[in-house]
């Protein structure tokens, strides 16, 4: 059961399905024809498989050694870490959020371990106690 769309969605979606079945099976001879253009000098052909083959990169890669995240003073440090580094310009502030919520991803992670491990030792602890008063 698909999802309903109307509008100039639904047209592209329709537009999309066209072009990929007119296009079928005419991938390759397509591909060999644009490298056999910029091979040739076509300046567009040649921009056109660069591109394809090494396309813009959007985000950058940042040198930003954290702390392994396992306690709450971690989370604090890594914190402090995004926030100096996007004070001083190492990292933008877009970075530093995109830091800041993988941190966050991870803290969530470590406590949700966590309450499950003391979670089990209680139970465990429960248990015995039970065995015990027998």
Known sequence: MGIPVAGPLEAAIKTTLLLEALLEGQAEKLTGKAIDLALGGDLQALRLCLERLLPPCRERRIDLP???VQTGQDTANAFSLVLAATGDGRITPGEGQVVAEIIEARTRLTQGLDHD????ALEKAEAEDKEGRR
């Open 117 to 120: 491990r003391r979670i089990a």
């Open 66 to 68: 954290l702390p392994d």
